[in-house]
Nanobody, 119 residues
């Protein structure tokens, strides 16, 4: 089992920045990748960014150039630096941790943190 605890959400004006953090505990040796998803009201949960243990990163197109994901493997933490925030970034952001294999991972979830961007 892996437990994830997020921090750093809040209210910010458009154009501002926020930094989300997520700390993993438990069976962290099994983690092959960590990431962030978001879910706006009435919409599905979508991946925002993902980083593997080797440091390979992936971003959804709408956040490329504005968001940066980073990871401290020794501390089992992952961060999401969000710059130039837009109202459409408003959502509940969930930290994720994948275990198992790339082909069939099991995903653990954090409790979610609200990010609200005002126009």
């Amino acid at each position: 089992q892996v437990q994830l605890v997020e921090s750093g959400g809040g209210l910010v004006q458009a154009g501002g920045s926020l930094r989300l953090s997520c700390a993993a505990s438990g069976s962290t040796f099994s983690i092959i990748a960590m990431g962030w998803y978001r879910q706006a009201p009435g919409k599905q949960r979508d991946v925002v960014a993902r980083i593997s243990t080797s440091g390979t990163t992936n971003y959804r197109d709408s956040v490329k150039g504005r968001f940066t994901i980073s990871r401290d493997n020794a501390k089992n933490t992952v961060h999401l630096q969000m710059n130039s925030l837009k109202p459409e970034d408003t959502a509940v952001y969930y930290c994720s941790a994948e275990s198992g294999t790339e082909a069939t991972p099991y995903i653990y979830w954090g409790q979610g943190t609200q990010v609200t961007v005002s126009s």
